[in-house]
């Protein structure tokens, strides 16, 4: 198990690492788009290229940024000049930023992953019966309508036509309410059908014969053996989860207007502040990586086979 | 003698048994024609292919059929309301919007299909070698694929959008670069297990070359997770290309993420602009999603009877 973990946590470094060098490169292949207002002196632009440390040979750029990233350091924003893109993103003083989309996708997830257990169990423990066929029907709307048209319909009805709910911000719980079932209808879905399927399929289990045989309780039968062994493949799509919900935050945020890091994101794509773009991939794809790092070996911890295996 | 064995007869009479539960009796169906007959079978998949039907004809003869005109500026309807005339309205250029829609849903469709076809043989045929050429490539190849899947498709899309100009194609483009690690991986884990069988085997020490071996017998067995993944590929690329035109990254031509992008900002006076490309959007996920479910049940060998 421990050959395992650093096997993976070494390979995670380097993808890490290769992530990094794959963006500083992609986006030094983006035509020269800086100061391109023609309103800008030459000498300013210089000046300015000396500034952000752009006038140097690319790879010595790419040494510079390696060292400043080793050390946590992002350089300085383009769009926001004087600002440094660290504060920005971790942004103590006002909350903006990653603690902002921290508490956003957290609400998301505490909110979706029991409820989708929930949904998919009640749904596979009445197989066939109309509860079920409701339920299926409901999650595969949850799974077709994109969270963007979801988020636009329900600022609309339930914030501007019915104001019920507020359609800005993320600081009060009644403000934290839209945004969190918006995000999080998707991710229900998809986690209760998949907790259907496997609970479906421990049906025919030996281990699930032999509990009945031996005469134990349906209860029992169902949350000590179906349900247990059934959250197994739900813990494993819990990654892919994770980075959904990352995207879900860029829209959500944006039609929310939260401060939070899918909102940076799109205005630093449009604002072409490459320093933060890069800064907020790299922040993203290492997230990913984690997310992906921690599921992977939360699952040797949780079933036995695979521990025993490797 | 004779009458003993007479009278064995009568005591071991064959108990009389329906046609069906003989085993026999089950005239013999192959897989694909299994398939298709367990696909049609399902009632809503007749009612969502036609729903489908309904909406891929619409997109592809409105536009063609209107008499109003969805380019320039049209003074006389700017902002017009619903009307016998314009169905949905016009927009502030003046546009029908019931045209605009269709012609939106053109990119949508032009967008989620082609997207999904290229990242599906990328995706088959990178898989494949991988899998069945194993050891050093195979390591090399989904270390590769690991590393392209943690970068965010936006970093793609945006510096493909600043070298190539925004176009559909350019979105097109930057979908199968992120789209096809998926099915790598998933036709590798295939190709993993059933290049074990013993057919592989058979044509292997038959001297059949191992890109025959790949092509002939392995690739077509990995078929049914292929198509799954191609139908669930359509609406992911379908709503990529709308959520980049939502946030406004999108192709720059007129199409349902855009749409809603601006139904969003008119939806007081307006509200028609959003519900309408929202609804169509939602309902054309919907089918597709549902479809690709239905042809998974049905390409499952275990579900068949």
């Known amino acids: 198990m421990l050959k395992y973990v650093v096997r993976r946590v070494i390979t995670a470094a380097i993808t890490v690492f290769v992530l990094a060098t794959v963006t500083f490169f992609l986006l030094k292949l983006v035509p020269n788009g800086l100061f391109a207002d023609p309103n800008i002196t030459a000498e300013a632009r210089a000046k300015l290229y000396a500034h952000y440390g752009l006038d140097k040979p690319v790879f010595e750029q790419y040494l510079v940024y390696l060292r400043n990233l080793a050390h946590l350091d992002l350089g300085e924003s383009i769009a926001n000049p004087g600002r440094k893109i660290t504060t920005m993103i971790l942004d103590p003083a006002t909350g903006n930023g990653l603690p902002q989309s921290m508490r956003l996708g957290l609400c998301a997830l505490v909110f979706s992953v029991p409820m989708g257990i929930a949904l998919g169990t009640l749904s596979g423990l009445n197989r066939g019966r109309a509860l079920d066929k409701a339920l299926i029907g409901l999650s595969l709307v949850g799974i077709s309508i994109p969270s963007f048209v979801v988020a636009t319909m329900s600022v609309t009805v339930f914030g501007n036509i019915l104001g019920w709910l507020p359609t800005t911000g993320f600081s009060t719980p009644k403000e934290m309410i839209l945004p969190t079932v918006c995000l999080s209808l998707n991710p229900i879905a998809t986690i209760a059908r998949l907790m259907r399927t496997s609970l479906v399929e421990t049906e025919n289990a030996d281990y699930v014969k032999t509990a009945r045989s031996k005469g134990l309780k349906r209860s029992r039968i169902v949350v000590r053996h179906q349900v247990r062994n059934a959250l197994l493949p739900v813990v494993t799509i819990l990654g892919p989860i994770t980075a959904s919900l990352l995207c879900g935050t860029f829209v959500v945020e944006s039609i929310f207007n939260i401060k939070g890091l899918g909102c940076y994101y799109v205005e630093s794509i449009s604002d072409r502040d490459y320093g933060l773009v890069m800064g907020l991939t790299v922040l993203f794809g290492t997230f990913l990586v984690v997310a992906n790092l921690t599921v992977d070996i939360l699952y040797g911890l949780i079933d036995p086979r695979i521990r025993l295996k490797r | ?305």
Not at chain 2, 56 to 85: F, M, Q, W, Y
């Open chain 2, 1 to 305: 003698m004779q009458t003993q064995k007479d009278g064995l007869d009568e005591l071991f009479r064959p108990e009389p048994c329906a046609e069906a539960e003989r085993m026999d009796a089950l005239p013999q169906v192959s897989y694909a024609a299994d398939v298709v007959k367990r696909f049609l079978n399902t009632p809503s998949v007749i009612v969502f292919s036609v729903i489908l039907a309904i909406i891929i004809a619409c997109c592809v003869l409105v536009p063609i059929l209107s008499p109003r005109p969805i380019t320039g500026i049209i003074d006389e309807a700017i902002n017009h309301k619903p009307s016998a005339e314009y169905w949905l309205g016009a927009d502030k250029f003046g546009h029908d919007f019931f045209t605009k829609m269709w012609k939106g849903g053109q990119t949508s469709f032009k967008v989620g299909f082609f997207a999904a076809v290229l990242q599906t043989l990328i995706g088959v045929v990178v898989g494949a070698i991988s899998g069945y050429a194993g050891g050093r490539i195979d390591q090399f190849i989904m270390r590769v694929v690991d590393v392209f899947i943690s970068i965010p498709y936006m970093v793609i899309v945006l510096v493909v959008r600043l070298i190539m100009g925004s176009s559909s194609y350019t979105i097109i483009f930057a979908l199968v670069v992120t789209g096809w690690l998926n099915t790598a991986r998933l036709v590798r884990g295939q190709i993993l297990q059933l290049k074990n069988e013993d057919y592989v085997l058979a044509a292997q020490s038959m001297g059949v070359s191992p890109a025959t071996v790949l092509f002939r017998h392995l690739i077509p067995n990995t078929l049914g997770v292929v198509i799954v993944s191609f139908t669930l590929a359509v609406p992911q690329a379908m709503f990529s290309e709308a959520f980049l035109s939502f946030i406004g990254m999108g192709s720059g031509e007129v199409s349902w993420g855009s749409l809603i992008r601006t139904g969003m900002e008119v939806r007081f006076r307006h509200p028609w602009q959003l519900i309408a490309p929202s609804a169509v959007l939602a309902l054309t996920m919907l089918c597709i999603q549902l479809l690709g479910d239905s042809l998974r049940d049905a390409l499952d060998p275990k579900l068949r009877k």
